[in-house]
């Protein structure tokens, strides 16, 4: 009898836990995720997005409900998350998601250091771009609250047809060589540079960052003075680059994306100082161009180009989910492995993956990546107070048109 009732016990036993990993294969396949997305359908970045969420589907059961909100999530996201609306995963800037957003990220650090399918036996965290991973954790202050995806990095693209044709053999590491390529370029009938109303205060940030140095640079924005030599060294530099017609004077009416699709794309200017994002932004445009990419060079006492701005996008999961692992399993499918590739490839972005290969367009802006050193903010703080980026383009402007010397846009930077 006691053996019956010990053998009815371990029955009973099996067929409790059996119970229970039914309950949780069904609550698996009964998750359904909401996905709230900075992309529209229609960009190859959403286009990926929406076929990776089916694959997960038909692999883990794990439903995605995907909302194309497109850069209205800037505006759409706040007041959806402050209201309650469920809301698992959701993405955007990696700076973004963790200064405005930070307040409803779930930490993710127990997550990074598991396993996954797609990560070949290491943590996750062993497998991604650990740069990157470092910015989540610094952001995060000192935990993971978001994890990034589509790395990208500002950097001067350039038409590698047209500095073949000049006779540009060594890409430029000074302000010299970029003005020798210049010169070259300009012989064979094409202007050297270019830039667009979106990028002129960046264009203005990156040039103050080589001439005095990233925390000079960004006092000028916190103290919003400009009254220092530095302005003035960039007008000179840039009156002598007009003039001498290496520098487009289309540049001073272009509005966004005038000057990449009308200049870069029809090879009438060969330089943009811009991100790793351009090739893929105009590539209806310019479906044959070769793409080459090197830092901005190093012009006076500041940095290098050791320095420069990179950051990515980011995935964050809402603390209120009620599936965080399983929307982090999303998050590895689509940062690893073949979707990690897809999205690099359809994109011609940066992948996420280690031992992911970069689309040929990137390959040089690849180098200036891996042998970056130093990390320099969006724009060197130009772009953070609206009324100093409304200054530098109205100013810019009038210097590039004529309708200022150096020393008047020196004088009119200086005026608050």
Same mark, same amino acid.
């Given at each position: 009898?006691?053996?019956?009732?010990?053998?009815?016990?371990?029955?009973?036993?099996?067929?409790?836990?059996?119970?229970?990993? =039914?309950?949780?294969?069904?609550?698996?396949?009964? @998750?359904?995720?909401?996905?709230?997305?900075?992309?529209?359908?229609?960009?190859? $970045? !959403?286009?990926?997005?929406?076929?990776?969420?089916?694959?997960?589907?038909?692999?883990?059961?794990?439903?995605?409900?995907?909302?194309?909100?497109?850069?209205?999530?800037?505006?759409?996201?706040?007041?959806?998350?402050?209201?309650?609306?469920?809301?698992?995963?959701?993405? +955007?800037?990696?700076?973004?998601?963790?200064?405005?957003?930070?307040?409803?990220?779930?930490?993710?650090?127990?997550?990074?250091?598991?396993?996954?399918?797609?990560?070949?036996? =290491?943590?996750?965290?062993?497998?991604?771009?650990?740069?990157?991973?470092?910015?989540?954790?610094?952001?995060?202050?000192?935990?993971?609250?978001?994890?990034?995806?589509?790395?990208?990095? /500002?950097?001067?693209? &350039?038409?590698?047809?047209? *500095?073949?044709?000049?006779?540009?053999?060594?890409?430029? =590491?000074?302000?010299?060589?970029?003005?020798?390529?210049?010169?070259?370029?300009?012989?064979?009938?094409?202007?050297?540079?270019?830039?667009?109303?979106?990028?002129?205060?960046? *264009?203005?940030?990156?040039?103050?960052?080589?001439?005095?140095?990233?925390?000079?640079?960004?006092?000028?924005?916190?103290?919003?003075? *400009?009254?220092?030599? $530095?302005?003035?060294? *960039?007008?000179?530099?840039?009156?002598?680059?007009?003039?001498?017609?290496?520098?487009?004077?289309?540049?001073?009416?272009?509005?966004?994306?005038?000057?990449?699709?009308? +200049?870069?794309?029809?090879?009438?200017?060969?330089? &943009?100082?811009?991100?790793?994002?351009?090739?893929?932004?105009?590539?209806?445009?310019?479906?044959?161009?070769?793409?080459?990419?090197?830092?901005?060079?190093?012009?006076?006492?500041?940095?290098?180009?050791?320095?420069?701005?990179?950051?990515?996008?980011?995935?964050?999961?809402?603390?209120?989910? =009620? &599936?965080? +692992?399983?929307?982090?399993?999303?998050?590895?499918?689509?940062?690893?492995?073949?979707?990690?590739?897809?999205?690099?490839?359809?994109?011609?972005?940066?992948?996420?993956?280690?031992?992911?290969?970069?689309?040929?367009?990137?390959?040089?802006?690849?180098?200036?990546?891996?042998?970056?050193?130093?990390?320099?903010?969006? @724009?060197? !703080?130009?772009?953070?107070?609206?009324?100093?980026?409304?200054?530098?383009?109205?100013? /810019?402007?009038?210097?590039?048109?004529?309708?200022?010397? @150096?020393?008047?846009? @020196?004088?009119?930077?200086?005026?608050?």
């Amino acid at each position: 009898m006691k053996r019956i009732a010990l053998l009815l016990i371990a029955a009973a036993a099996v067929l409790a836990l059996g119970g229970c990993a =039914k309950k949780a294969g069904e609550a698996e396949a009964q @998750a359904q995720l909401v996905y709230w997305t900075m992309w529209n359908e229609a960009e190859p $970045q !959403g286009q990926v997005i929406a076929r990776a969420a089916e694959a997960f589907t038909a692999e883990t059961g794990i439903k995605v409900d995907i909302n194309f909100n497109g850069r209205d999530i800037r505006k759409t996201l706040q007041p959806a998350l402050d209201a309650g609306e469920t809301i698992d995963l959701f993405d +955007e800037d990696i700076e973004r998601v963790a200064n405005t957003w930070g307040n409803y990220l779930l930490p993710l650090d127990t997550y990074v250091s598991q396993t996954y399918s797609t990560t070949g036996g =290491k943590p996750y965290g062993e497998v991604i771009n650990k740069t990157l991973l470092d910015l989540a954790r610094q952001l995060g202050g000192g935990q993971v609250k978001n994890i990034p995806y589509q790395p990208s990095a /500002f950097v001067t693209m &350039y038409n590698k047809d047209l *500095f073949e044709k000049a006779g540009v053999t060594s890409l430029p =590491k000074t302000g010299e060589e970029l003005l020798d390529a210049c010169a070259k370029l300009k012989a064979i009938g094409v202007t050297g540079i270019t830039v667009d109303d979106a990028y002129m205060a960046a *264009f203005f940030g990156y040039n103050m960052d080589r001439l005095v140095g990233a925390d000079t640079t960004l006092a000028m924005v916190r103290d919003n003075d *400009f009254s220092g030599p $530095q302005v003035l060294a *960039f007008g000179q530099m840039m009156e002598t680059m007009v003039k001498n017609g290496y520098f487009s004077q289309k540049a001073a009416s272009n509005i966004y994306p005038a000057g990449q699709v009308e +200049e870069i794309a029809t090879g009438r200017v060969a330089m &943009y100082l811009n991100g790793t994002w351009l090739p893929n932004e105009i590539k209806g445009n310019a479906p044959n161009m070769r793409w080459g990419a090197f830092a901005w060079p190093a012009i006076g006492a500041g940095d290098g180009i050791e320095a420069n701005n990179f950051g990515s996008q980011s995935f964050g999961i809402n603390k209120n989910s =009620k &599936y965080p +692992e399983e929307t982090f399993r999303f998050i590895v499918w689509m940062t690893t492995g073949e979707w990690d590739a897809a999205l690099a490839n359809e994109s011609i972005g940066i992948p996420m993956g280690n031992d992911s290969v970069w689309p040929d367009a990137l390959a040089e802006a690849k180098a200036v990546v891996d042998s970056t050193t130093k990390r320099l903010p969006w @724009a060197v !703080g130009m772009e953070d107070k609206a009324e100093i980026n409304a200054k530098i383009k109205e100013n /810019f402007a009038k210097l590039i048109m004529g309708d200022f010397n @150096a020393q008047q846009f @020196a004088a009119a930077m200086a005026r608050n």
